[in-house]
């Protein structure tokens, strides 16, 4: 799964990695970002902009938003069936930017927190999934991040992870229009291993409410 991410290059960074996209303002580099939150999302719907949906996908039919906390990952083994997904693989993805994201390994009763990233640092894109969501009173747009299998660099610590997509497959996730589930599906795969890094970091990310560079402190050995 992936419950907790981080998105902490300045905005020039970001800028250089996704020149293609118009961040507008209200970015802020953030260290644990967590579900329930607004993110940073590329929706197809919205060539070359960015918005901030809430992390944990809402689907039109939900009579409650708080069944968001239970969608806020889409396994990419069945995101073409699922009732809750399967409409938005076929009409509403989105990339979500991130430079890292957190798993727990369980070593007997303790947890260690690991961040895993690049082995170069920089930015990358997860396939995610939006909705709209409207009642009388709000209209709330939401997301979902797709899993996978683990690679060798991820199994270790956690058996699944998030789909990291390639660059070149970039087009084709934010055509509208594409609408081939075999195809878009074999999109849905583990990231190179070779190209990923994984490390122990402070418990200080166990608290979403912990913000800052001190949160991916790496564990002493």
Same mark, same amino acid.
């Given at each position: 799964?992936?419950?907790?991410?981080?998105?902490t290059m300045?905005l020039?960074?970001?800028?250089?990695?996704?020149?293609?996209?118009?961040?507008?303002?209200? $970015?802020?580099p953030? $260290?644990?970002?967590?579900?329930? *939150?607004?993110?940073?999302?590329?929706?197809?719907?919205?060539? &070359? %902009?960015? &918005?901030?949906? +809430?992390?944990?996908?809402?689907?039109?039919?939900?009579?409650?938003? %708080?069944?968001?906390?239970?969608?806020?990952?889409?396994?990419g083994?069945?995101?073409?069936?699922?009732?809750?997904?399967?409409?938005a693989?076929?009409? +509403?993805?989105?990339?979500?930017?991130?430079d890292?994201? $957190?798993?727990? %390994?369980?070593?007997?009763?303790?947890?260690?927190?690991y961040?895993?990233?690049?082995t170069?640092?920089?930015?990358?894109?997860f396939?995610?999934?939006? !909705?709209?969501? &409207?009642?009388?009173? !709000?209209?709330l747009?939401?997301?979902?991040?797709?899993?996978?299998?683990?690679?060798?660099?991820?199994?270790?610590?956690?058996?699944?992870?998030?789909?990291?997509?390639?660059?070149?497959? $970039?087009?084709?996730w934010?055509?509208?229009?594409?609408?081939?589930?075999k195809?878009?599906?074999?999109?849905?795969?583990?990231?190179?291993a070779?190209?990923?890094?994984?490390?122990?970091?402070s418990? *200080?990310?166990?608290?979403p409410?912990?913000?800052?560079? &001190?949160?991916?402190?790496?564990?002493? !050995?």
């Amino acid at each position: 799964m992936c419950g907790r991410f981080a998105l902490t290059m300045e905005l020039s960074e970001l800028q250089a990695a996704f020149p293609w996209i118009d961040f507008g303002s209200g $970015y802020t580099p953030r $260290y644990n970002i967590a579900p329930s *939150q607004d993110i940073l999302t590329f929706p197809n719907t919205m060539p &070359g %902009k960015a &918005g901030w949906f +809430r992390w944990g996908l809402i689907p039109p039919w939900a009579k409650d938003v %708080k069944i968001g906390y239970q969608l806020i990952n889409a396994r990419g083994e069945t995101v073409a069936e699922k009732p809750s997904f399967r409409n938005a693989f076929r009409n +509403r993805r989105c990339l979500i930017p991130a430079d890292g994201f $957190y798993e727990w %390994k369980k070593e007997g009763a303790t947890k260690t927190p690991y961040c895993i990233r690049m082995t170069s640092a920089r930015p990358f894109a997860f396939a995610g999934l939006w !909705e709209q969501w &409207g009642s009388d009173s !709000e209209t709330l747009f939401s997301c979902t991040i797709i899993t996978t299998d683990a690679n060798t660099v991820v199994n270790p610590i956690h058996h699944r992870m998030p789909v990291i997509l390639s660059p070149s497959d $970039y087009e084709a996730w934010l055509d509208p229009e594409f609408q081939d589930d075999k195809t878009l599906t074999r999109l849905l795969t583990p990231f190179q291993a070779e190209k990923m890094t994984a490390f122990p970091i402070s418990k *200080q990310i166990n608290n979403p409410r912990n913000e800052g560079p &001190g949160t991916v402190v790496p564990a002493p !050995e």
